[in-house]
């Protein structure tokens, strides 16, 4: 049996390798759709899915992003690790889709990853997540402003409902701010694309 010395890195990593599984290029290859990397906004996520695939290939791909964020984050408190720990590995689910190593670390925008991890971390922030990107995006019809507006607001959830996570939120709602660069830029020049 692993030490705790041994028994944390490991859940890490293991965490990050989970976060790593190409959902949308397994899904896509199986059914016979283009490599999203290469097609529509370029992004191997749910929504980019949909636009050049199909619902049942969409819902796949969200099912299998959302479910690899759950399992790495329930995996870390099924070993009865500390907070931030768990918080740690709910970050490394996240780099992991960001920067796959199955993927030749070309990811995806993190959004239903992170929906995963909250799901198992603190399913009343998840919600709150939820109802916030639902809101922006049926009211707007632009993911990107959903997915934007829920980052920035995801580390005042923390601090006020979870604070114990609130370093490992914030550090995530970089870097989805991050990988959301581009999308600044289309919404600031009103080229964003609507679903």
Avoid at 46 to 61: D, H, S
Avoid at 97 to 106: C, E, K, V
Avoid at 159 to 181: C, F, G, K, Y
Wanted: a positive charge; one cysteine or more.
């Amino acid at each position: 049996m692993l030490t705790d010395s041994l028994l944390e890195p490991a859940l890490i990593s293991l965490a990050y390798l989970l976060g790593s599984v190409p959902t949308a290029l397994l899904v896509c290859n199986s059914m016979g759709i283009a490599d999203p990397r290469q097609q529509g906004s370029g992004n191997p996520g749910a929504t980019n899915v949909l636009r050049i695939g199909n619902r049942k290939a969409a819902i796949l791909t969200l099912i299998g992003d959302v479910g690899k964020g759950a399992l790495a984050v329930g995996l870390a408190i099924f070993a009865q690790q500390s907070e931030g720990i768990i918080g740690l590995c709910a970050l490394a689910a996240i780099l992991g889709h960001l920067f796959p190593m199955f993927g030749a670390y070309r990811g995806g925008k993190g959004i239903a990853t992170l929906f995963g991890c909250m799901a198992v971390l603190s399913w009343p922030i998840m919600l709150l997540q939820l109802g916030i990107w639902l809101s922006v995006a049926l009211t707007t019809r632009i993911s990107s402003l959903a997915s934007i507006t829920m980052a920035i607001i995801t580390p005042v959830l923390a601090w006020l409902m979870a604070p114990d996570l609130l370093s490992p939120l914030s550090l995530i709602a970089l870097l989805l701010l991050a990988r959301h660069r581009v999308n600044f830029v289309r919404l600031y020049r009103g080229e964003e694309s609507r679903f």
